[in-house]
């Protein structure tokens, strides 16, 4: 009677296995049909069975079937796995580790750069509808998968690091970055945003400054890298150097406002006014509704006016010609300041700085029908 019991149960034993085997061989078939939801519906008990498992065969199989799911054009194979593609490489990668005697590492590698080609792809698409994660995740995929085939693709890379660089995932992009300058990938771009995140995100200067420097020492006509450096001077307040730099930074881009603007601020902070003036009216000249260019024109004049009532209300009581003069002067410079200071106003209407310093020359200037309209703008604004 035991030996009858024990024939049982390797009966039942053998027709266990013989049936997982089976259900794999099914799906296989399937496979070579082109069906693919019955290929994966009998794929998917076989990598949790304990007899199934842990053979490399079973893991093929799978990794085939969802390429094929990622690769059909077809929706009701589309609709099967959104991930299949990172089914894919999960089960392609499960595979190697079981195929002690390498049976499928050719084919597997094969398809390995299918997947990676089709990941970075993946990452374009995704990119392209600003779906910055999900770019990562699949630049990330194709830097992975290329590295366990022996090869590092730092374009992967970089794009890992820039999408995440957009998404304002600064940390994920600062690690990525600084990944890339470990494995020797020397490129300006790198050093640029490594430089940028530092200073703008982390408020450090000294690493900003050590990127900086390392990127202009490799790249020194990089302009990118100099208005990095650029922008680290201005952070510092290193107006001459902001000065010199941005000057050279005409050489490349003498079209571009920002720089016009960056360098009357740096002129004006340095004492030039009238190279200051120049560059302020060259900016408005390219771009004739920065608000800004035209705010900062009409407040140097009015700093200068401003100044000179200073040094007027300092003369003696009976100085009353000497002061009329001055004053005289201090009002023309306020005249000067008024069309810059209104385009401005008319260019952002909102911003509550530039009517109170209209308010102040319209006091001034006693122009009160101006000084009533602007008292009228202010208090609606701040109510």
Request: glycine residues 4%; contains cysteine.
């Amino acid at each position: 009677m035991k030996k009858l019991i024990m024939l049982l149960i390797a009966a039942f034993i053998v027709t266990g296995i013989t049936a997982q085997n089976s259900k794999r061989t099914s799906a296989f078939n399937y496979f070579k049909n082109g069906k693919l939801a019955k290929a994966k519906e009998y794929i998917d008990p076989c990598i949790t069975h304990e007899k199934t498992m842990n053979v490399a065969k079973t893991w093929y199989y799978r990794g085939n079937i969802y390429l094929q799911i990622a690769l059909s054009k077809k929706p009701e194979y589309q609709s099967l796995d959104s991930n299949a593609l990172e089914v894919a490489y999960e089960s392609y990668k499960k595979c190697a580790e079981l195929d002690s005697r390498g049976e499928f590492s050719d084919d597997v590698q094969n398809n390995y750069r299918v997947i990676a080609s089709n990941f970075f792809n993946q990452g374009v698409a995704k990119y392209n509808v600003s779906d910055y994660m999900g770019a990562a995740n699949s630049f990330q995929n194709t830097y992975n998968i290329t590295l366990e085939m022996g090869a590092v693709d730092t374009l992967a890379l970089s794009n890992v690091a820039l999408a995440y660089d957009i998404a304002e995932e600064y940390d994920l992009a600062l690690e990525k970055y600084l990944q890339l300058i470990e494995i020797g990938y020397l490129d300006p771009l790198i050093f640029n945003s490594l430089a940028t995140l530092y200073l703008n995100q982390k408020n450090d200067t000294v690493l900003s400054e050590k990127y900086v420097a390392e990127g202009r020492a490799l790249f020194p006509e990089d302009y990118q890298l100099l208005i990095s450096e650029t922008n680290l001077y201005l952070a510092r307040g290193y107006n001459e150097k902001a000065v010199a730099n941005l000057e050279k930074a005409l050489e490349t881009d003498s079209e571009n406002q920002t720089i016009w603007f960056a360098l009357g601020t740096n002129y004006e902070n340095v004492g030039d006014l009238e190279a200051a003036e120049k560059a302020y009216q060259k900016c408005i000249e390219i771009d004739p509704t920065y608000a800004d260019a035209y705010y900062n024109m009409g407040a140097m004049f009015n700093n200068q006016a401003a100044e000179i009532i200073e040094v007027a209300n300092e003369l003696p009581l009976d100085a009353v010609e000497e002061y009329d003069t001055e004053k005289a002067k201090a009002d023309g410079l306020l005249e000067k300041s008024l069309p810059y200071l209104e385009k401005s106003d008319e260019l952002n209407p909102d911003n509550l700085e530039t009517m109170q310093t209209l308010k102040q020359i319209y006091t001034i200037l006693k122009q009160m029908d101006n000084l009533k309209a602007i008292n009228e703008r202010i208090k609606a604004l701040v109510e």
